[in-house]
């Protein structure tokens, strides 16, 4: 029979993280320390602005680039934060969207990516179905952000260095003075850097810093995703300089023919929520990062989180990290294998999005296996 699947679909697998979803369905009430996302609800306000554009009818397309009050008030966002006076910027299908869209805009064959290692999961496979080259830096044991390491790997076929803080899947977040070498870095080489900050708004001991701020070849995407637990709509954004305003009018064209826009009533509830205070549920998320913490420090080598809702937790006893996550499995404590995230299998993720009372139990567990 014919193969009809396309090479590059081969290039990657089913993520690591939709199989222990899998499991999960077939476990009687896991402790789920796998889920991505906050486990409280949209707030009602964001809920309501949802709604009322939806009964007045804001069902239809926007613009491609997206509403333009929504992204009028993204860019004096950016103006504002970053300090750009003629920045461009557009509405897109999530944070993963606009990675998508910024990687078809930017990639050509054999062009190589400095990714940090451990890394978000799309960022790997996208590239490669791109044909790229990822260029990993190992920054273990700290997962700081290892500017030499990424400077020594820097080729004349270098076209992009993607910077993630807060981290997913570390919980990092990078010193200023880590992102201004980075950013002096790439200036010298002329290189964009993409910064992928979905995470902002979960930072528990300081605020996380942009490399935008430092320099302009900075193609930044933020998401309202995570902040507002708004998982499901699908709604993020990127912004540049206005020297890269060819790269957003080459992105917005790619979204003209793949998501179309972002999800119309909704982006009426992004803008509510760019208001919108959520430091109150951001304490609750420290607290919960500091349970994790003090609970696990004893028994296993672990980095305390500065920001997210995830910790990258070394595997006891030297057994890899897919061993001990199969014995966490055994015992009803559902965690992804550091080798979705990295090129090596020696840690586990854990999300600490649950409650108080599953976080109690998976500790008491997961130190058990220790």
């Given at each position: 029979?014919?193969?009809?699947?396309?090479?590059?679909?081969?290039?990657?697998?089913?993520?690591?993280?939709?199989?222990?979803?899998?499991?999960?369905?077939?476990?009687?009430?896991?402790?789920?320390?796998?889920?991505?996302?906050?486990?409280?609800?949209?707030?009602?306000?964001?809920?309501?602005?949802?709604?009322?554009?939806?009964?007045?009818?804001?069902?239809?397309?926007?613009?491609?680039a997206g509403d333009e009050t929504?992204?009028?008030?993204?860019?004096?966002q950016v103006k504002e934060e970053?300090?750009?006076?003629?920045?461009?910027?557009?509405?897109?299908?999530?944070?993963?969207?606009?990675?998508?869209?910024?990687?078809?805009?930017?990639?050509?064959?054999?062009?190589?990516?400095?990714?940090?290692?451990?890394?978000?999961?799309?960022?790997?496979?996208?590239?490669?179905?791109?044909?790229?080259?990822?260029?990993?830096?190992?920054?273990?044991?700290?997962?700081?952000?290892?500017?030499?390491?990424?400077?020594?790997?820097?080729?004349?076929?270098?076209?992009?260095?993607?910077?993630?803080?807060?981290?997913?899947?570390?919980?990092?977040?990078?010193?200023?003075?880590?992102?201004?070498?980075?950013?002096?870095?790439?200036?010298?080489?002329?290189?964009?850097?993409?910064?992928?900050?979905?995470?902002?708004?979960?930072?528990?001991?300081?605020?996380?810093?942009?490399?935008?701020?430092?320099?302009?070849?900075?193609?930044?995407?933020?998401?309202?995703?995570?902040?507002?637990?708004?998982?499901?709509?699908?709604?993020?954004?990127?912004?540049?300089?206005?020297?890269?305003?060819?790269?957003?009018?080459?992105?917005?064209?790619?979204?003209?023919?793949?998501?179309?826009?972002?999800?119309?009533?909704?982006?009426?509830?992004?803008?509510?929520?760019?208001?919108?205070?959520?430091?109150?549920?951001?304490?609750?998320?420290?607290?919960?990062?500091?349970?994790?913490?003090?609970?696990?420090?004893?028994?296993?080598?672990?980095?305390?989180?500065?920001?997210?809702?995830?910790?990258?937790?070394?595997?006891?006893?030297?057994?890899?990290?897919?061993?001990?996550?199969?014995?966490?499995?055994?015992?009803?404590?559902?965690?992804?294998?550091?080798?979705?995230?990295?090129?090596?299998?020696?840690?586990?993720?854990?999300?600490?999005?649950?409650?108080?009372?599953?976080?109690?139990?998976?500790?008491?567990?997961?130190?058990?296996?220790?």
């Open positions: 029979m014919k193969d009809i699947i396309a090479d590059r679909a081969k290039l990657i697998d089913a993520s690591g993280i939709r199989k222990v979803f899998a499991l999960a369905a077939q476990l009687k009430d896991p402790i789920n320390f796998s889920i991505g996302q906050p486990d409280f609800d949209v707030p009602d306000e964001l809920k309501e602005a949802a709604i009322k554009a939806i009964t007045k009818g804001q069902n239809k397309y926007s613009q491609t929504l992204k009028a008030k993204i860019i004096e970053i300090g750009w006076s003629n920045p461009g910027a557009m509405v897109t299908s999530g944070v993963s969207g606009g990675l998508l869209l910024a990687f078809m805009a930017m990639i050509n064959p054999g062009d190589e990516v400095i990714i940090p290692d451990p890394y978000f999961v799309i960022y790997k496979h996208v590239i490669n179905m791109l044909g790229g080259k990822c260029v990993f830096i190992d920054t273990y044991p700290d997962f700081g952000l290892h500017v030499e390491k990424i400077e020594a790997a820097i080729t004349n076929r270098t076209k992009l260095i993607i910077v993630n803080s807060p981290c997913n899947p570390t919980g990092i977040v990078y010193p200023v003075e880590q992102i201004k070498e980075l950013a002096k870095v790439a200036a010298k080489h002329d290189i964009v850097v993409m910064t992928d900050e979905i995470y902002e708004k979960f930072s528990y001991d300081e605020v996380p810093t942009s490399i935008a701020k430092f320099y302009e070849k900075s193609l930044i995407l933020k998401g309202f995703s995570k902040s507002y637990a708004m998982t499901g709509w699908r709604l993020g954004y990127a912004a540049v300089h206005e020297s890269l305003k060819n790269l957003i009018e080459e992105m917005i064209k790619i979204q003209q023919y793949t998501f179309v826009c972002a999800p119309r009533p909704f982006q009426d509830a992004a803008l509510a929520a760019i208001d919108y205070d959520v430091n109150p549920l951001v304490r609750k998320y420290a607290k919960k990062r500091d349970m994790l913490y003090e609970g696990l420090k004893d028994k296993f080598e672990i980095v305390k989180p500065g920001g997210a809702f995830y910790a990258f937790v070394k595997a006891p006893n030297g057994i890899s990290g897919t061993e001990f996550v199969k014995k966490a499995i055994t015992n009803n404590v559902l965690v992804i294998p550091g080798n979705v995230f990295s090129e090596k299998d020696t840690h586990f993720r854990i999300s600490y999005a649950t409650t108080d009372e599953k976080i109690a139990q998976g500790i008491e567990v997961l130190c058990s296996l220790a």
